[in-house]
């Protein structure tokens, strides 16, 4: 038996970040598109620049610096912030996760596995 849940973070209410947004800014840094990270996570184009566009209004940082098509092709990049941001949110990640492991080993200890 194992416990699972979910980690997001809200401002007035509305979604800023959470594990599928974390996955759209990790597919773009490793492949440099907006495009391509969306197909990797199966998401339309037009839905990735809306999250991006609402997590950088919302968060009021940059997250993407992007690069214009044309003959050599465009792309896209994380900024420091957006580094900076996941670090810190895989860290909130992690410790939730800790503490929530540790309540649920204490909470169930007696039902066997």
Known sequence: ????????IEIDGRPVFGRGRRFLLEAIDTY??????????????????GYIKAMEERLGIKL????????????????????EFLKKYEALEEGVREII?????????????
């Not at 440099?32 to 620049?49: F, L, V």
């Not at 993407?64 to 580094?83: C, F, S, V, Y």
């Open 1 to 8: 038996m194992e416990i699972k849940s979910k980690l997001w």
């Open 64 to 83: 993407i610096e992007r690069q214009a098509g044309g003959k050599n092709g465009g792309g896209a990049t994380l900024t420091e912030d957006a580094r």
């Open 32 to 49: 440099g598109s907006i495009n391509q990270a969306a197909k990797e996570i199966n998401i339309s184009y037009r839905k990735a620049w």
């Open 101 to 113: 492991d540790e309540r649920f080993r204490k909470i169930f200890r007696t039902i066997k596995e």
